[in-house]
């Protein structure tokens, strides 16, 4: 019976020591969850970082696009105003040229009449010695 006993107790101490083993892995199971629970509330914390990063992006390229609209819409407002000028560049030259013509055609009566007046001076002074 001794032996029995031995055997027993012997027994005993090697589910004892598998009971230790296996609370001791437990033990370190939980710290892993509990490292691994911290990890994914930082993780947590990065991803709702990297969303508010995205809104302000988000943002921030909406005013961009907006800005950039604006920009576009000044831009036409502009080349139709060069336009406008064009246009009106041009008549000006038209006019020019033709006040141009004018004041060469009044240049030439202007001669005309100089040596109209000149030939009537003339007249006056042989009218004069005349007379």
Known sequence: MIAKDL??????KEILDILKEMQ???KSMQSDMKSMQGDMK???GDIKLTQS???????DIKSIKITQEEHTQILRALEHKTDVISA???NLKHEVLEIKGEVKSMRKDLS???IITANNWSDIAKLKAIG
């Open 24 to 26: 001791s892995d437990m």
């Open 7 to 12: 055997g027993g107790e012997f027994m005993d």
């Open 88 to 90: 009106e560049q041009e």
């Open 112 to 114: 005309s009449v100089e």
């Open 53 to 59: 990063d995205i809104k302000l992006t988000q943002s």
């Open 42 to 44: 930082s993780m947590q």
